[in-house]
Structures are given as C-alpha cells and as structure tokens.
C-alpha cells in the first residue's frame, strides 16, 4: 500500500538534515515523532521504505543513511544508466506488450568502461518470469532485425553472441533482484548486475579472470554501492560469502564493517 506523501514530510526532511554526511535511524525516528506524535512503528517502517524507494534518502550501512541530495556532494556517485536505443525500445515493448509479467532489463556495456579489454559487443539483457519467457521471445523475435536468444549456454555465447554488435538475452528473472525505474522501464541496480556477472560464468566468461577484479575495484571507486543490497541479493543465488571472499582476498575493496546502531 502506497503510503500518503504527506507523511513523508520532504522538505522539513531535507532543511533538518540538509549538509549532514549521515543520518541515524534512531534521529529519523525522533524527527517523523515530532511531526507525528501518534507514530508507531508500523507506520514508521512503511515512511522508512517509501523514502528508500524514491531515493531521497540512501542506505550507507545498517542504521545509517544519507540525503540523496547531499550524496551527490560526494566522490562517489549513484548509477544512473545510459540506456542504448534498442535497450529502450525493448522495454517499451515489454511493458505494454506484457503488462502483467515481471520483468527487468540491463546492459553489459555499463561495465565495459571500468574493463582493460573492453568488449566491442553490447549484451541485452531481459529477466523474465520463467512461465512468461516464451512468449516474450517469441513476440520479440518478431522483429527480424534483433538477434534474440532464449537462456543460451556457453557454446552459444561464445559462437554467436559475444561478437555480435548487440545481442538480446532472455533469462530466467531472479525473484527479490535489486531494481530500479529508468524512463519507465524497470532496470536492473548496479548490485545485481556485479553479482549475476560474478555469478553467471557460463554466459559472462568474458568478464570473469582479473577483469572481474578491475570491474568491482573500479566500480567501487566510482559508483556508491550499497553493499547490504548487494550481499542479501548475492545470498539470493547462494554466492554471498564466495562473493565476501574474493571481494576480501582478491580486491583492494574495504568493506565496511558491521556496526551495532542503535534503532
């Protein structure tokens, strides 16, 4: 249930806590009980979501939190992708073609910058529900112009996809993934996205080796990268303390700790 933006109480928000570098939970809390007195916890979660889910305020560690207007001052920035033509015109088409069907799409080349060897071939790539993937592939495939491939194997990709200018994968679509919206088109975040590529060696080989090091070490440099939603949704495809491993023994990262905050 979408909560009443009222509530929410943005601008007295952001005049508290503007030019702050991070926010408890526990002053969030004293500052929606002082607007609203009758606040209980229920309710509270429920604000406490809603501003995560449009972005005003973004998750640093457990607890703690920072104004999306204030992250921007940072070193680090939030991933805004650049979807391709084709990439846009897809998720169009899947959006009203499928109105009922879960989907998400995302673009190998928003990590071909952060690579030595960039790949001279852009992968589309389209999560679908497993009973709708189908008939996604088949409506798409329509279009005779788009080279379509439903859940190819290595042989595949290396055959045919990983030269190819631009590709469209189809994928089984993993349940609870990270997700953003981009012009209407619901994208994959950028913490899905370093976990399937770490994941998927089958499909992503290309990517695997020292080049994955150099995609997490640059990435982690540049982009802020929440790092709760990246290791609950590695746990997701049972890879997250493979992940924590090779994160700690093969990068340069630190991650920050767990730190007990009062809530």
Same mark, same amino acid.
């Given at each position: 249930?979408?909560?009443?933006?009222?509530?929410?109480?943005?601008?007295?928000?952001?005049?508290?806590?503007?030019?702050?570098?991070?926010?408890? %939970?526990?002053?969030?809390?004293?500052?929606?009980?002082?607007?609203?007195?009758?606040?209980?916890?229920?309710?509270?979660?429920? *604000?406490?979501?809603?501003?995560? %889910? /449009?972005?005003?305020?973004?998750?640093?560690?457990?607890?703690?939190?920072?104004?999306?207007?204030?992250?921007?001052?940072? +070193?680090?920035?939030?991933?805004?992708?650049?979807?391709? $033509?084709?990439?846009? #015109?897809?998720?169009?088409?899947?959006?009203?073609?499928?109105?009922?069907? +879960?989907?998400? *799409?995302?673009?190998?080349?928003?990590?071909?910058?952060?690579?030595?060897?960039?790949?001279? $071939?852009?992968?589309?790539?389209?999560?679908?529900?497993?009973?709708?993937? /189908?008939?996604? =592939?088949?409506?798409?495939?329509?279009?005779? +112009?788009?080279?379509?491939?439903?859940?190819?194997?290595?042989?595949?990709?290396?055959?045919?996809?990983?030269?190819?200018?631009?590709?469209?994968?189809?994928?089984?679509?993993?349940?609870? +993934?990270?997700?953003?919206?981009?012009?209407?088109?619901?994208?994959?975040?950028?913490?899905?996205?370093?976990?399937?590529? =770490?994941?998927?060696?089958?499909?992503?080989? *290309?990517?695997?080796?020292?080049?994955?090091?150099?995609?997490?070490?640059?990435?982690?440099?540049?982009?802020?990268?929440?790092?709760?939603?990246?290791?609950?949704?590695?746990?997701?495809? #049972?890879?997250? /303390? #493979?992940? %924590?491993? =090779?994160? %700690?023994?093969?990068?340069?990262?630190?991650?920050? #700790?767990?730190?007990?905050?009062?809530?």
């Amino acid at each position: 249930m979408k909560i009443d933006d009222s509530l929410l109480v943005v601008p007295e928000l952001k005049m508290k806590f503007s030019g702050r570098e991070t926010i408890q %939970k526990s002053e969030l809390r004293d500052f929606y009980h002082l607007h609203h007195p009758d606040l209980n916890e229920q309710t509270f979660r429920r *604000i406490m979501y809603s501003l995560e %889910k /449009e972005m005003i305020i973004l998750p640093l560690r457990a607890g703690v939190y920072v104004l999306q207007t204030q992250f921007q001052t940072f +070193s680090r920035k939030s991933f805004i992708p650049q979807l391709s $033509a084709i990439a846009l #015109k897809i998720g169009y088409e899947v959006t009203h073609l499928f109105p009922y069907t +879960s989907y998400m *799409i995302w673009e190998t080349q928003v990590l071909h910058e952060f690579m030595t060897h960039q790949p001279g $071939a852009n992968q589309i790539v389209i999560g679908v529900e497993k009973e709708a993937a /189908e008939s996604v =592939f088949n409506k798409l495939n329509e279009n005779r +112009s788009l080279n379509i491939y439903l859940k190819p194997d290595k042989f595949i990709m290396d055959r045919y996809i990983t030269t190819n200018p631009d590709s469209v994968l189809i994928l089984p679509l993993i349940t609870q +993934s990270p997700r953003m919206k981009v012009h209407g088109i619901v994208y994959a975040r950028l913490e899905k996205i370093l976990v399937d590529f =770490f994941t998927d060696e089958e499909r992503f080989f *290309i990517f695997h080796g020292h080049e994955m090091i150099n995609i997490f070490e640059n990435v982690f440099a540049t982009y802020w990268i929440n790092t709760k939603t990246l290791f609950r949704y590695a746990g997701r495809r #049972k890879v997250d /303390e #493979k992940l %924590k491993k =090779f994160i %700690k023994t093969q990068t340069q990262i630190i991650l920050p #700790k767990p730190q007990e905050t009062k809530e």
